[in-house]
């Protein structure tokens, strides 16, 4: 894992390596595929960045979007 490059090198996942039995490396090595673009694929995809998945993989047959409500397509 690297550490940020900020002024007090906080690591990004402490407080998650703080759980007992947490594997963050897991996680970082993970491929996500989630079904749908809507708004829960949108918060869910949201989430699992935060978390820190290696990669999400979005798959959507949708031809037109309403960006205005869908802040991650």
Do not use: P
Not at 17 to 36: D, F, M, P, R, Y
Not at 43 to 66: C, E, H, M, P, W
């Amino acid at each position: 894992m690297r550490k940020t490059n900020s002024v007090s090198s906080v690591y990004r996942y402490d407080r998650q390596n703080l759980i007992k039995g947490w594997n963050q490396s897991k996680l970082t090595n993970s491929v996500i595929s989630i079904i749908g673009s809507g708004q829960l694929a949108n918060f869910t995809s949201a989430n699992l960045t935060s978390l820190g998945v290696g990669q999400i993989r979005l798959y959507d047959t949708s031809s037109s979007f309403k960006k205005d409500k869908e802040f991650l397509l």
